[in-house]
């Protein structure tokens, strides 16, 4: 894929050049920009499609080429087979702003803007839109949203006491953050419909040194690294569960990419299931290689060393 064009004027200049608004889509393809693990036998994949196309610019004075995102999908396949469940439509055009909060739903961030500001990871990102979606019953419930103030009360010593039984609590955006080791937090009110940002504090503090966290009416659970080990807790700081990754290093897999996926964990590219008793399996399922660069999709490496592929062929948008 080409360098996207990133200057380009109008041509009708002082160099009279003629037909110079015409645009010629020489290639197409696809960006699978995440995914999400809804049970052994079906991944859910953050598509978006591009165009390549030609096109005359007069600040080279010649033709030029430049990428246009003209779509997203979400596509659920099986990652042991060639096989696509289903399509479905991506109303939010924002396929790489969301996180997973259980089995079979996402939070989506759209209409998004970022303002990075790396003295103070809280301030990086705003969101004027959020929304739930079920990517199994394909519903969408729109949110109230208010991501510009923040939240910094003590919502961990309410849930012990019983009194935080409406809220779901979801982080997002742990790339950046997670270097300077401030988590970004997200309250979902399931009984006002609202999302707000929220600052561990008092109490709550630890909670901001978790990659990422699952929280519930009856169940908290911390996911993070420490000394080279992945770890699980509880509340009480208790470790549920500990692995020790090889083969991968700090950044790639304990501070960029290291979150749950309902009942599975993602630790860099590799996906490991987490069983009833809450023990992390002692290999991975499977890992997930997302093509960003060339040809684009996503590429499935088994156990067995099977790799299973879902290029812009199985992608497709019809």
Not at 78 to 88: E, G, T
Request: proline share 1%; hydrophobic share 35%.
């Amino acid at each position: 894929m080409a360098v996207i064009a990133l200057v380009a004027f109008a041509c009708e200049g002082m160099w009279g050049c003629m037909g110079c608004s015409d645009e010629k889509v020489v290639d197409q393809g696809v960006n699978v920009q995440r995914f999400a693990v809804l049970n052994d036998t079906t991944l859910a994949l953050f598509v978006e499609y591009w165009d390549e196309v030609e096109f005359y610019s007069e600040y080279i004075q010649g033709q030029d080429e430049k990428t246009n995102i003209v779509d997203s999908k979400i596509v659920l396949v099986n990652p042991y087979k060639n096989v696509v469940y289903n399509v479905l439509n991506d109303e939010n055009k924002f396929s790489g702003n969301w996180t997973q909060i259980s089995d079979s739903a996402v939070f989506y961030f759209s209409d998004a803007f970022k303002k990075i500001n790396y003295s103070n990871c809280n301030d990086a990102h705003y969101y004027k839109k959020a929304s739930t979606r079920n990517l199994f019953k394909d519903e969408e419930e729109l949110l109230n949203v208010d991501t510009t103030t923040f939240d910094s009360s003590d919502y961990f010593t309410r849930w012990k006491d019983g009194g935080l039984k409406d809220f779901t609590i979801a982080i997002s955006d742990i790339g950046l953050c997670k270097r300077f080791r401030q988590g970004t937090f997200f309250l979902y009110n399931h009984k006002q419909k609202t999302i707000s940002k929220w600052i561990p504090s008092g109490n709550s503090a630890w909670i901001a040194e978790c990659n990422d966290i699952q929280w519930t009416e009856n169940k908290f659970r911390c996911l993070n690294e420490k000394n080279g080990k992945i770890q699980i807790s509880d509340e009480k700081g208790t470790i549920l569960d500990s692995l020790a990754v090889k083969g991968c290093g700090r950044v790639e897999c304990f501070e960029d990419n290291l979150r749950f996926y309902g009942k599975y964990i993602g630790i860099g590219k590799q996906v490991y299931k987490i069983s009833e008793v809450e023990k992390i399996a002692a290999e991975p399922l499977f890992e997930v290689d997302l093509d960003l660069w060339s040809n684009g999709g996503a590429y499935i490496h088994l156990n067995n060393g099977e790799l299973i592929s879902f290029t812009k062929e199985q992608l497709r948008r019809d």
